[in-house]
């Protein structure tokens, strides 16, 4: 895909997602559209994947660690066909397959079941590590939040990776600068997440989180360079990235999504559209 036409594939994750959570009424709306941009270059070229056989063998994986996040994922694979995009109507609804988290066992194309945040890392390790022990091709990808790796087990896996050289995971961090209460900065300050990464072993770079060709060149990078390394991505942008009018709430991280809004958000994401 060019990178407009990766924009465009982000904006209408925006797009699907934002009238999904207007039909459920309300969601993490800050944190999906945050990283509706990686997910289109994952979703469409960076992760060697088939949509008509969601459970092949030797496909990439995603686990989406900040499984919150699960509306703008279930968007992407809805995108790329993995089933009609009406289920995401469904949201959360009794007898759904799309819930609010992460399922892989309810949900086409979602490969590990998520939303106990802290935990993603050290799944992605072992689908690693596995691969590498069946001598699999399968590159393992680990989307986390920023709030999230203030959890422990975060840097215990990270440790662990740097120890069995898992150079077929890239771990990303959406670095949208909030989370829950407030600003990581208030909450606790990650100071240099890249640096951090890199002192634990890993190689890591930062991209711009709201640039899809930005993002496309680190994964390369990545392949290029990580060597016998895990690799980090993380993802400098914003909470709510792509539709300004969430952009610019001070809190933005769970929130009723009522039929004004929704069309606020719509028509911005209509005009980006119309501009690509
Ligand atoms: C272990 C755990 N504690 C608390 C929560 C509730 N929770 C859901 S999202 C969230 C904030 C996450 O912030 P961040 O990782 O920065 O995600 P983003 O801002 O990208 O949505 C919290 C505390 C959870 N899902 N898991």
Redesign the pocket.
């Known amino acids: 895909m060019t990178g407009k036409e990766l924009k465009a594939f982000a904006n209408e994750v925006r797009i699907a997602t934002v009238k999904c959570l207007e039909k459920r009424g309300f969601g ?1 709306i ?2 999906c559209l ?1 990283i509706a941009d990686v997910l289109a270059v994952l979703y469409n070229g960076e992760m060697k994947i088939d949509p008509k056989d969601p459970g092949k063998k030797d496909r990439d994986m995603l686990v989406v660690s ?4 699960g509306p703008a994922v279930f968007a992407a694979l809805a995108l790329k066909g993995y089933f009609p995009i009406d289920w995401l109507d469904t949201l959360c609804e009794g007898g759904t397959r799309l819930p609010s988290h992460c399922d892989r066992l309810r949900t086409p194309g979602i490969d590990a079941s998520t ?4 935990q993603g890392l050290s799944l992605a390790n072992g689908l690693a590590q596995g691969a590498k022990l069946k001598k699999l091709p399968n590159r393992i990808y680990c989307l ?6 203030q ?1 422990g087990q975060i840097w215990e896996a990270a440790m662990y990776a740097h120890q069995y050289k898992l150079n077929n995971l890239v771990g990303i961090v ?1 670095w ?1 600068k ?3 209460d407030g600003t ?1 900065d208030e909450c606790i300050s990650l100071l240099d997440i890249e640096d951090k990464f890199r002192s634990f072993g890993w190689y890591a770079l930062t991209v711009k989180g709201n640039d899809p060709e930005a993002i496309r060149d680190a994964f390369s990078n990545v392949r290029e360079n990580q060597g016998d390394k895990p690799a980090m991505i993380v993802l400098d942008g914003t ?1 709510g990235s792509g539709v300004k009018c969430i952009e610019e709430m001070v809190f933005n ?2 929130i009723p999504v009522d039929r004004e809004l929704a069309d606020k958000c719509l028509a911005e994401l209509e005009e980006v559209k119309a501009s690509l």
């Open positions: 993490h800050g944190g945050s900040k499984g919150h996040a939303g106990s945040l802290g986390m939040g920023d709030g999230e790796i959890e959406d949208n909030k989370q829950i990581t909470k991280h769970m």
